[in-house]
T-cell receptor, first 113, second 113 residues
Framework: NAGVTQTPKFRILKIGQSMTLQCAQDMNHNYMYWYRQDPGMGLKLIYY???????DKGEVPNGYNVSRSTTEDFPLRLELAAPSQTSVYFC????????????FGNGTRLTVT | AQSVTQPDIHITVSEGASLELRCNYS??????LFWYVQSPGQGLQLLLK??????LVQGIKGFEAEFKRSQSSFNLRKPSVHWSDAAEYFC???????????FGKGTHLIIQP
């Protein structure tokens, strides 16, 4: 059982480039989330989805886009990368909302230079 | 809006000693409370959760936490730490809703031999 799989593990981007962070889960979870983690700041919610075809903004959505065409996949798109997007990105999933624990991927470390 | 405060950024404990990590929350009603652990280079793993009922909750890896409404606290404890407990610990609260998780900034636990 793979759980939540994120790719790539590491990536370096130049300013203005774009990329897609991949996230897939094999637990048939309806809820999926993207967080970013900056040193000493905890995790901030970027986008979330409550099911295929439904997405919504979190606390820090600017500069990012998401899509949810299937239950399994929830890719995060960075357009016009900026140094402020240097961070560690975590994808998570849950079977339902607030009272279900989140299952996290191992993260993608992104550096924008 | 709910908030979570972890007053200690770093804590150093000797192996075999007891541990208490502090967490204070701010929320009007009874919150849903969680503790997550993040080992270096890994995603977050749920240690334990509190929704209602018995205010002392047991988790994995020998951890426990006590919910104290009068103090708005949900401190994490372990009677005897092991070197493998060295990690980042996050207190998390949820007021409900798909986007309701609020993370504390984390406490970095260092274990001295």
């Amino acid at each position: 059982n793979a759980g939540v799989t994120q790719t790539p593990k590491f990536r370096i981007l130049k300013i203005g480039q774009s990329m897609t962070l991949q996230c897939a889960q094999d637990m048939n979870h309806n809820y999926m989330y993207w967080y970013r983690q900056d040193p000493g700041m905890g995790l901030k919610l970027i986008y979330y989805s409550v099911g295929a075809g439904i997405t919504d903004k979190g606390e820090v959505p600017n500069g990012y886009n998401v899509s949810r065409s299937t239950t399994e996949d929830f890719p995060l798109r960075l357009e016009l990368a900026a140094p402020s997007q240097t961070s560690v990105y975590f994808c998570a999933s849950a079977p339902s909302s607030y009272n279900s624990p989140l299952h996290f991927g191992n993260g993608t470390r992104l550096t924008v230079t | 809006a709910q908030s979570v405060t972890q007053p200690d950024i770093h804590i150093t404990v000797s192996e075999g000693a007891s541990l208490e990590l502090r967490c204070n929350y701010s929320y009007g009603a009874t919150p849903y409370l969680f503790w997550y652990v993040q080992s270096p280079g890994q995603g977050l793993q749920l240690l334990l959760k509190y929704f209602s009922g018995d205010t002392l909750v047991q988790g994995i890896k020998g951890f426990e936490a006590e919910f104290k409404r009068s103090q708005s606290s949900f401190n994490l404890r372990k009677p005897s730490v092991h070197w493998s407990d060295a990690a980042e610990y996050f207190c998390v609260t949820s007021g409900g809703g798909a986007d309701g998780l609020t993370f504390g900034k984390g406490t970095h636990l260092i274990i001295q031999p």
